[in-house]
């Protein structure tokens, strides 16, 4: 727990996906991230300690009622960020599998080198080093 009593860490992180097996095969083949666990209309990964969950697309009202669920058209509202080694050689191997980059790779001025990429749903991940 930290001093305000909030967990230390996100437990799970549940998205939203409009084709599971686009999505399954995205985080599989280009990740290179195992199942933890899996059922007809849901597919969880373990990304360090905390779980990332995709449910299919019409799951998803059950879930946020009454809040409305919101598509990929509605443009991007957050980014997940990754640490990686290299981010010049993970772009190299994101273009091995067909992903385009949304934008990078760069030298932020904050001290990082970034670039960006979306997953089958829109997703937006960031991969960065220290510079």
């Not at 939203?16 to 990964?45: I, K, P, W």
């Not at 019409?58 to 598509?71: K, S």
């Not at 934008?103 to 970034?114: A, C, F, K």
């Amino acid at each position: 727990m930290s001093d305000a009593g909030w967990p230390g860490f996100i437990g799970a992180i549940t998205l939203f996906s409009a084709d599971l097996q686009a999505t399954r095969r995205f985080y599989a083949e280009v990740l290179g991230l195992t199942v933890f666990f899996e059922t007809e209309d849901s597919v969880v990964y373990r990304l360090g300690e905390t779980l990332l969950n995709f449910i299919e697309l019409g799951n998803a009202p059950e879930l946020v009622a009454p809040a409305r669920v919101a598509t990929a058209d509605d443009g991007a509202r957050f980014v997940f960020s990754l640490g990686v080694e290299d981010v010049d050689a993970r772009c190299a191997e994101l273009a091995e599998h067909g992903v385009e980059l949304v934008n990078g790779p760069m030298d932020r001025p904050w001290g990082l080198r970034t670039a960006s990429f979306a997953d089958p749903d829109g997703y937006i991940w960031e991969i960065s080093h220290s510079l």
